[in-house]
Structures are given as structure tokens and as C-alpha cells.
């Protein structure tokens, strides 16, 4: 940036300082380079054609004063910016917490397996025109931050751990070594600054670079933790988070992933461990949080049923949390392109049902880790959705007269989960939203 004598007044090296800086040149400068149309060539020149192409039409003659050129400048700029960053994984940067079609890196390093996978999810969401295809459902993604892995391999480092666990095979006492070191001052700062901005249960997810590849897949082997995060002192949770992620770090040297790397001929020093931070999907009700539905899909379908084609895929689903599902209890299974068709006989259905699911404990103020990956959760009955009225399009009840189940909760008799309204009457369009995302993404 110059003055009107053509003095360097300021030098910005990207789209950030350049925003920055227009914000405090003086007017004389920007009435200086606005005339002669530098805003635009500037940007041309450096390869930010759609953002010159935006600006080359405006004239600085147009306008009454240099503080209006000033605002039309920050905001095209703020525009495109927000446009080239969608669904991508940008530096750490305070205002971007809050905007979920950004993933934040906290540290440097590899997003892991997992982190791969989920950042190419965001970016497919952001940068793919769902609502063309599906105008009546909003598909999005839920505020996510990624630790890099240098931070695992600094935390190691710097708290002289690696003598300590490879002679150490009692995975508790790990745990306890793991717990008493620090995070580098850098990421407690930043992670403080997400929980001053997010009010939700949040997710600690592993993501190691072995984890979701095509031939290991490491599903299970690694910890996750849920936690309410609703302390009313923000350095408890800032302890219950930094916690999580220590435990996170812990989980490769536990007995099942030490087990599982031997037997796929690696080694457990090459594994290196990145941390997902999510935003809990879900609602509160009452005294616990969770989402009405939640599920996993798959594009292939092992075990066809009638006129079901294996490359159709399937979906289960579940009321409350995804960890009901993930870890096999009692789901209903589904084929996208078939809702209406039940795998099973009613009776088979009622036996077959969800009777209990996963919330987030928002009881639970204070919080033992060591407890596991349940320490932050309630295991409740189906009835409690029930009360908190989050049944009412998710469930059917069977008629024992006549062997029969009716959508609805109108009617007296056994709850049967199987989402009658939303799949048979098509309440939300979930089964054609799974059968379009599962095709695009395979």
C-alpha cells in the first residue's frame, strides 16, 4: 500500500493482510489506489482472478466518500475468503471457530486416517450442491478442530514418555502417566478459547495414521470420549478436555491396539496419533442430550433381502447416539432404496427392538475419565425418549391381538423402533437422502 506521494505505507503477502490492512490505511491511500484501479490488478496478478473480476467493475466516482470504497473493498474480500475456504482446513484462527464449514487446525501435522476421511466428507458437503438434488433436507457438518500429530509427538517428547511406556504394560497405570503430563502451552490456550465459544457436549475422537485405511482398518481399536461440557468453571473443563485428549493419546499403547499392531506386522512406534474435536450432534432434553436419530450407512450390502441388490447398500439407525449402533446393539436395519420393505416378521421386529440408548449426562458436572469412554454418557431406557417426546416419528407400537404394528405412539401396547413415519410415510426424506449421499460418495 502506498500514500498519494507513492511512499510503502504497508506490505500485505496474503488475502488475510491485505483484509487486514484495509481496515486501517488511510482514506488518502485508498482513494490513491482505487483510481487507479490497483485493488483489482493487484489481485489479478497474483492468481485471485474471480476476486479482481468482482472488483474491477467498481468506480471509485461512484461513491461519496473513501469510507464507503472501504467497506465494498473488506467486504468482497471477506466474501471470497469465506467462499475459497469453504469445506476446507484452514490455520487456527479465532473467528473461524464458530463457522462449521471450516475444519480449524490447532497444531501441525497429519490429520490421521480418520481426520482424512472426515475432512473430505466436509469438503464434498461444502463444495457440492446437495440442494439441487435434495431441496428438502439441509445436509451439514458439525463444528470440527483437528490436533495434528507433531503435538502427540512433542507431548511425548517433551514429558519423556517413551521410556516410560514401552517398559510399562499395564495399560491403567498408562493411563494415570498419561494424565499427569502436559499439553504444550500453545494448545491448552487455543482449546480454552474453543470452549469460551462452544456450549455443547463435545466429541474427542482418535485419529491415527493406521486408522480407516483400506487394509488395517482400526475400527474400535482407539478411544473416543464424550463430554458434557457443562461445568460452570471453564478451567474444569478445560481439565476435562485436555484429559480426554491425553487418554485419546494413551489408547495406542493399550493392550487391544499394541495386539492389533503385531498382528498386522507393524510396529507400535510408527503409530502416530491425531485428535478430532467435534461439536456433539443432538438436542437437550431434560437432564441428558442427544440426537433424535443417528446411524451409520454403507454402499454394499452383504445380506440382501427379497428384491434388495447387494451394490444398494444399507443403513441402520438408532434414537440417541451413534455409539448404540457402532457397537452392534439393537438397531433397525434398513435398505435406502426400499423403507417401506421390513427385513423382519412383526414379532421379529418387537424382539429385535431398541429398549434402551446412549445420551450425554449433562448430571454430570464433574467427570472420572478413567472410567472409560462412558464417563461423560447415561445408558437409559426407551422411555425416557419417550417423555422427552422424541418418539413421536420414530417409533410404531405392536398390536399383540393381532401380531400387527401401527406407526405412531396413538395406541396402547410394546414400542417398536423402526422410524415408520420417517421411512414408510416419509416424514423427513432420510432414506432417499442415505441412497443419494451413498451413491455421489462411493
Known amino acids: 500500500y502506498k500514500d498519494k506521494n507513492g511512499n510503502n505505507i504497508g ?7 491485505f483484509e487486514n490492512q484495509l481496515k486501517t ?23 485471485e482472478i474471480q476476486a479482481a473480476k468482482v472488483l474491477n467493475p467498481y468506480n471509485v466516482k461512484n461513491y461519496k466518500s473513501p469510507t464507503k470504497v472501504r467497506q465494498i473493498l473488506i467486504d468482497v474480500i471477506q466474501k471470497f475468503r ?14 473461524a471457530i464458530l463457522d462449521e464449514s471450516n475444519i480449524i487446525s490447532l497444531s501441525e501435522g497429519s490429520l490421521g486416517g480418520k481426520g482424512r476421511g472426515v475432512a473430505f466428507i466436509n469438503s464434498l458437503i461444502y463444495n457440492y450442491d446437495f440442494s439441487q438434488i435434495l431441496p428438502n433436507i439441509n445436509i ?9 500429530t507433531d503435538e502427540f509427538e512433542y507431548f511425548l517428547n517433551r514429558n519423556k514418555l517413551y521410556e516410560k511406556i514401552y ?3 499395564d495399560y491403567d497405570r498408562i493411563k494415570k502417566i498419561f494424565l499427569n503430563a502436559k499439553l504444550s502451552p500453545t494448545l491448552i490456550r487455543r482449546l480454552k478459547i474453543i470452549l469460551k465459544k462452544i456450549d455443547k457436549p463435545l466429541a474427542v475422537r482418535s485419529s491415527g495414521l ?16 464424550l463430554l458434557p461440557n457443562n461445568n460452570p468453571d471453564i478451567n474444569i473443563r478445560l481439565e476435562q478436555l485436555a484429559g480426554a485428549i491425553k487418554l485419546v493419546y494413551a489408547s495406542v499403547y493399550s493392550k487391544i491396539a499394541r495386539g492389533y499392531v503385531e498382528a498386522i506386522n507393524y510396529k ?33 450390502n452383504y445380506y440382501p433381502f427379497a428384491h434388495m441388490k447387494p451394490e444398494e447398500g444399507f443403513a441402520v439407525a438408532a434414537v440417541g447416539l451413534g455409539k448404540y449402533v457402532v457397537e452392534g446393539d439393537k438397531a433397525y436395519r434398513f435398505s435406502p432404496k426400499y423403507p417401506t420393505t421390513d427385513i423382519n416378521t412383526p414379532k421379529d421386529q418387537l424382539k429385535n427392538s431398541q429398549v434402551k440408548f446412549f445420551a450425554v449426562d449433562l448430571r454430570k458436572k464433574e467427570l472420572n475419565l478413567l472410567e472409560g469412554d462412558t464417563a461423560g454418557l447415561a445408558f437409559i431406557d426407551i422411555e425416557d425418549a419417550e417423555m422427552h417426546g422424541t418418539l413421536k416419528h420414530c417409533a410404531s407400537v405392536f398390536n399383540i391381538d393381532n401380531d400387527t404394528i401401527s406407526p405412531g405412539l396413538n395406541q396402547y401396547g410394546p414400542r417398536v423402533i423402526n422410524f415408520a413415519n420417517i421411512l414408510k410415510y416419509n416424514y423427513i426424506p432420510l432414506a432417499k437422502t442415505i441412497e443419494i449421499v451413498l451413491d455421489i460418495v462411493k
Open 11 to 17: 506490505i500485505a503477502k496474503t488475502l488475510k493482510e
Open 140 to 148: 451439514r457438518s458439525q463444528k470440527t478442530s483437528f490436533i495434528g
Open 25 to 47: 490505511i488511510p482514506d488518502e491511500s485508498i482513494i490513491y489506489h482505487a483510481k487507479k484501479n490497483h485493488f483489482s490488478l493487484w489481485l489479478m496478478a497474483r492468481g
Open 167 to 169: 517398559k510399562e504394560s
Open 210 to 225: 493406521f486408522e480407516d485405511s483400506l487394509m488395517q482398518p482400526f475400527a474400535g481399536i482407539f478411544e473416543t470420549y
Open 82 to 95: 469465506n467462499e475459497q475456504n469453504q469445506g476446507k482446513i484452514i490455520p487456527y484462527e479465532e473467528v
Open 268 to 300: 507400535i512406534e510408527e503409530e502416530k496419533m491425531a485428535v478430532i474435536i467435534q461439536e456433539v450432534v443432538g438436542n437437550k432434553f431434560g437432564d441428558f442430550f442427544y440426537p433424535h436419530i443417528s446411524g451409520v450407512a454403507q454402499s454394499y
